[in-house]
Each structure stands twice: as C-alpha cells, then as structure tokens.
C-alpha cells in the first residue's frame, strides 16, 4: 500500500505516521509545497519520501489531501483528473459541502471519498505530528452513496485499522451544521476571548502570573493557526453565523440577568449547562 499525504501539518503529518506505524501503508510519500514542511517530515520521519504532487499521485493507491479546506476547491478536481480507475483521494477538511459540490460533477467523482476525522490540537506544521493522535476518535464520512461502494470499505479500514478510529456517517450539509456547533464556535470563541483579553491588558506579565488552567484551557485553540481557520470560518459562514447568533443571545441574557441582580435564576442556567458533563462522559 502506497499513500500519499498533501499536506505535511499536524492532520496530515500525524496520518503518515500512525498509517506507517499501524501497518496499513507499506510507503508513504510527502507532498507540500513549503521547504521548511518536507525537511522536517523527513527529520522526523513521518514519510519516507518526496515527490512533486504529479509524480506522488503516478505511485499512489489512496491520495490523502490535508490542506486548508480553500485550497481544496482547486486542489481536489486537479488530482481527480490524473487517477486512474482503482485510485482512491481522500480529504481531511473541517467543512464539506463546498468540497463535495465542486466536484460533484467529476467523471472520477466515484474515487472520491470525503472524510473528517475528528481529533486534532491547536499546533500546526510537521512538528506538531503525534503519535496515536487519533486512537479511539470520531471519523465523518460524508455522502458516500456518491463514491464507489468498494473504495468506500477501503478507506473505512484504513481509518479503523491504520488510524484506530471509529466511523460516522453524515450528509455533508448536517456536517457542517454540526461541526458549526461542536468545533467551530469553540475556536472562533477561544480567538474573541483572546482578542479581548490582549486589547484590555496590556501587562503580557499580568497575563503570564496570574492565568489559571481556566484561562490557559478557554484560549488554548486561540493558538490554531489562522491559514488554516480562516477559510473553515469562510466555508461554513452561514452555519457559524446561526449559532454565532444563538451564543450571543446567551450571553445577553446572562449579561441581563447579571445587571438585574437574578443571580438565582443565573444559577439555574447554569445548572442546566452542567448537562454537558452527562453528554460528554459518554
């Protein structure tokens, strides 16, 4: 099994290291378009081997594409018009239905598979690859009844038994309507706190003594990089918005009930938030 990974960065540098490790790929090849990405991927041994994006594509069973989800726009429908008919592209991205609708009338739209596997940290490029990264996590495929069904298996095992992930399956607009929710609004959030907090305090000293493990763990995804969330914020905008619009209306009715002294019926809100544990202790 030979795959490819576009994209050397925490995503895509974490996969070549754990479908190598776990046994599922024989050989992987990089292909990044950043010098200082492939020196380091070869220091760190994530690949065994460089190769310019033609070329890696020629030696490949299954391509995976690991880069922002923009790029893929273009990227996707350029490597579907070299594969051959027993090739698999894969892609990592967090939004979807952008990606699915701009090859949606592709002649190898069939080799295709769409996918998200759901782990990931706040680091970015090759350094930032971990071992085990995706034990035991969540992986979307979205609209497989528009890939073949054989190829869709192939990948179902490469992420179950080279990544120990399990599956999901979803639409590709439930997606991105869900991942509005449970990833998106977490990051755009962790930037406004960040921002806010560095336009108030301008002591960097203050910040550094007294932030608790509250503050560090609220602002810790402030950290991702903006290449890479700018274009998620851009594709999902509609979808980021409604609940962007929700949270802000929470926060106006705790802001409310603040100013008017309801500190009891305060409590109660946040009573029903402790909910969350029972969800997430699943």
């Known amino acids: 099994m030979i795959i490819s990974v576009v994209g050397l960065g925490l995503i895509g540098g974490s996969m070549a290291l754990s479908l190598k490790e776990n046994g599922f790929a024989d050989t992987v090849i990089?292909?990044?378009?950043?010098?200082?990405h492939i020196i380091k991927a070869l220091e760190l041994k994530l690949i065994d081997r460089v190769a310019?994006?033609?070329?890696?594509?020629?030696?490949?069973?299954?391509?995976?594409?690991?880069?922002?989800?923009?790029?893929?726009?273009?990227?996707?429908?350029?490597?579907?018009?070299?594969?051959?008919?027993?090739?698999?592209?894969?892609?990592?991205?967090?939004?979807?239905?952008?990606?699915i609708e701009a090859v949606k009338n592709h002649p190898n739209r069939g080799n295709f598979v769409a996918t998200h596997p759901m782990a990931g940290t706040e680091f970015s490029g090759p350094e930032a690859a971990i071992r085990h990264l995706f034990d035991g996590k969540?992986?979307?495929l979205c609209d497989i009844e528009d890939s073949k069904p054989e190829l869709v298996e192939l990948i179902k095992k490469m992420y179950v038994e080279g990544l120990k992930m399990r599956i999901t399956y979803l639409d590709s607009v439930a997606h991105d309507i869900h991942t509005a929710y449970i990833s998106h609004i977490s990051h755009i959030c962790s930037f406004a706190l960040a921002s806010t907090v560095l336009a108030k305090e301008k002591d960097?000293?203050?910040?550094?003594?007294?932030?608790?493990?509250?503050?560090e763990s609220t602002v810790r995804l402030a950290k991702s990089s903006p290449e890479t969330w700018i274009p998620i914020f851009r594709q999902n905008q509609e979808n980021i918005i409604d609940v962007l619009d929700s949270y802000?209306?929470?926060?106006?009715?705790?802001k409310g009930l603040m100013i008017s002294g309801s500190y009891d019926k305060?409590?109660?809100?946040?009573?029903?938030?402790?909910?969350i544990k029972r969800i997430l202790n699943k």
């Open 30 to 36: 990089g292909v990044d378009n950043k010098t200082e």
């Open 52 to 99: 310019l994006l033609q070329d890696a594509v020629k030696q490949s069973d299954i391509i995976i594409l690991a880069v922002p989800v923009d790029a893929l726009l273009t990227l996707l429908p350029e490597v579907l018009n070299q594969i051959t008919e027993n090739q698999i592209v894969i892609e990592v991205g967090s939004t979807k239905k952008a990606v």
């Open 138 to 140: 969540n992986c979307v």
């Open 204 to 215: 960097e000293e203050s910040i550094f003594n007294l932030a608790s493990t509250g503050f």
């Open 248 to 254: 802000i209306t929470t926060l106006l009715t705790f």
């Open 266 to 275: 305060f409590g109660e809100y946040l009573t029903q938030a402790n909910d």
